[in-house]
């Protein structure tokens, strides 16, 4: 039986090496999906064919995320007597995305997967996806936010559906900033008022030795994420739409570049050399740094440990307010029996209805992916009671899509070497870029 594999990933290689944190409207929400469940096969005449259904994902953030999906998957099979649901932990991002990239070229296709919204154009190179544009209704993929629609789509076609989705947002330590005499309900909103916060937020003592960062930006995993913003806060994205260029050394991503650098190499209001991404959140609860900047995938964590009150705010604007959206997205694939598509057509449309939108968004701190999600009462309730939770959907109306072209997994993965070997002071900003530049030139010419 073919696998259904859903990979919740954020996996950084892709293909040699893996690169790199939704709902429409149901009969929960107003509109009806178009899909059915898969009819039911009869064996002997009288008993109904089962479909067993794999679901493979990795875990990015911290949080209960086994628990979650184990639940889900029991709840799913409560109402779909003859869909079974075999939840699979596939490990790190890198690890799931490598076990889907063996199976398309083994010829046992997985069935579906969450993958990240960025291996679309590498997905459809193997031409591994199942077009779902027919799958559903346009009412159902309307109900998505248009930000999470972006890394979806070539085109008008639709090959995934927003599951995990998030931006990346900053979070500030409240009683750090009462105590260095800044407004606790102030976050920066500008790069310069970002670096004078910082500067008044470090700790050192006579030997100059930081007990307390003012700000820490991860410079591990998905560093090419975080310039990304700093890219679009300077007014222009780093990539066009179908996949085929990007524009690593044009001058506003060397301004955010520069500017990342220098809050470490000049400004020493964050630490110099490698910040890792998983340490962050860590660091920031335990009051480490004062502000960090890491995506909404982590709020539920930060609210269930931090034991301080903090904030949730928009980046910070250069000429403008922006962050990229991140996440993984369901994907059904192509070489599988339609029984199988059916069923993880149904499984989907069991994901994204807006109440289960809703819970994992509290649950996880994952942004909630559709409208409707908003509409319901137990989310309305959790946003009254925890404003922070709404700060990610609200930047939305500044988000634009993630990297994502073909050969995602090289084209992020020399990107973010040459950006790391910048944030250690090996090479000067502009020498990453152009750098990155030639190299991602080199492997797209062959689409263009």
């Keep these: 039986m073919k696998k259904l594999v859903v990979l919740m990933s954020a996996a950084l290689l892709l293909l040699s090496a893996c690169s790199k944190g939704d709902a429409g ?26 479909v067993e259904l794999e679901f493979y994902f990795p875990v990015a953030v911290g949080g209960p995320i086994t628990k979650l999906i184990d639940n889900l998957a029991k709840d799913f099979e409560k109402e779909n007597e003859n869909i079974k649901i075999k939840p699979i932990y596939g490990g790190s991002y890198q690890d799931t995305v490598t ?16 993958l990240l919204s960025t291996d679309l154009y590498s997905l ?27 890394n979806t789509k070539s085109g008008d076609t639709v090959w995934s559906i927003p599951f995990q989705r998030s931006t990346i947002v900053m979070y500030y330590n409240k009683e750090m900033f009462k105590t260095a005499g800044l407004d606790p309900e102030k976050a920066p909103k500008s790069w310069d ?31 090419y994420w975080m310039l990304q913003a700093l890219s679009l806060q300077g007014g222009e994205n780093i990539m066009s739409n179908d996949g085929k260029e990007v524009y690593f050394n044009k001058p506003h991503v060397e301004e955010g570049l520069q500017f990342y650098m220098d809050l470490g190499q000049k400004d020493k209001v964050m630490p110099q050399g490698v910040i890792e991404w998983a340490t962050v959140p860590s660091d920031f609860i335990s009051g ?11 709020l539920t964590k930060v609210k269930t440990d931090a034991k301080f009150d903090f904030g949730v705010a928009f980046l910070p604007a250069n000429k403008q307010f922006g962050s990229p959206t991140g996440g993984g997205n369901l994907y059904v694939f192509k070489d599988i029996p339609e029984e199988n598509k059916q069923a993880a057509v149904k499984f989907i449309e ?4 807006p109440d289960r939108v809703a819970q994992w968004s509290i649950d996880t701190g994952y942004v909630g992916t559709t409208k409707a999600a908003y509409e319901t009462e137990k989310l309305k309730k959790y946003i009254a009671d925890f404003p922070q ?7 939305l109306e500044f988000a634009h899509s993630e990297l994502s072209t073909y050969q995602n997994g090289q084209i992020t993965k020399l990107f973010n070497d040459n950006i790391q070997s910048a944030l250690v ?9 152009e750098k990155s530049q030639t190299q991602a030139d080199q492997i797209l010419k062959n689409f263009k």
């Design 389 to 395: 939770a709404q700060v990610a959907r609200d930047q």
């Design 124 to 150: 459809r190179q193997m031409n591994a996806l199942e077009e779902l544009t027919p799958r559903f209704s346009k009412e159902y993929l309307d109900g998505f936010y248009e930000a999470f629609m972006g």
């Design 288 to 298: 480490k740094t004062a502000m960090m900047f890491h995506t909404t995938g982590n």
């Design 193 to 223: 008022e970002l670096r004078n916060y910082a500067k008044k937020l470090t700790v050192q003592d006579a030997q100059g030795k930081v007990s307390q960062w003012g700000i820490e930006i991860p410079s591990t995993g998905y560093q």
């Design 425 to 433: 002071g090996k090479i000067s900003a502009k020498e990453a870029l």
């Design 99 to 114: 076990k889907v990239m063996t199976a398309v070229q083994g010829k046992n296709s997985p069935d579906i997967a969450v």
């Design 25 to 50: 409207k149901t009969a929960e929400g107003t509109a009806a999906p178009s899909s059915a469940a898969p009819e039911a096969k009869k064996e002997g005449g009288d008993k109904a064919k089962s």
């Design 350 to 353: 069991f994901l994204t209805k």
